[in-house]
């Protein structure tokens, strides 16, 4: 499955999840592209520097993406999907499965 990027309705879906901006300090970068950058990163699996220029840096996205983490938005967005596919009756919380794996690295490539 390839990326797409979400439609209006679905980023309408999700705006209400979404933390509110600073009031002070610099603008932050449009929601909109930084989500999509996420999203590509995590759906295509590539690394943050190798996703598509037109979603902004990688940074910007990692930093985004640690601070939809910490705040626990993820799991809104996750329950708030749960809850609508099962209002539509598409979703049961039995059939959902989330799978990582995780691998450490050392440093310098040596096992």
């Known amino acids: 499955m390839g990326f797409q990027e979400l439609t209006d309705e679905q980023r309408a879906f999700l705006a209400p999840l979404r933390p509110p901006r600073a009031k002070t300090g610099r603008p932050r970068v449009?929601?909109?592209k930084v989500l999509h950058g996420i999203l590509c990163?995590?759906?295509a699996g590539c690394r943050w520097?190798?996703?598509p220029r037109p979603y902004g840096g990688d940074q910007t996205a990692w930093r985004r993406f640690?601070?939809?983490q910490e705040k626990g938005i993820w799991?809104?967005?996750?329950?708030?999907l749960l809850d609508?596919?099962?209002t539509l009756g598409?979703?049961?919380v039995e059939a959902?499965?989330?799978?990582s794996t995780r691998v450490e690295a050392k440093k310098g490539g040596k096992g």
Do not use: S
Not at 75 to 80: D, F, K
Not at 96 to 99: E, F, G, R, S, Y
């Open 84 to 86: 609508w596919g099962d």
């Open 90 to 92: 598409k979703a049961k």
């Open 66 to 68: 640690r601070e939809l």
């Open 30 to 32: 449009e929601d909109r």
């Open 75 to 80: 799991c809104q967005i996750l329950q708030a």
């Open 41 to 43: 990163a995590r759906v």
């Open 49 to 51: 520097r190798d996703r």
């Open 96 to 99: 959902v499965a989330i799978d």
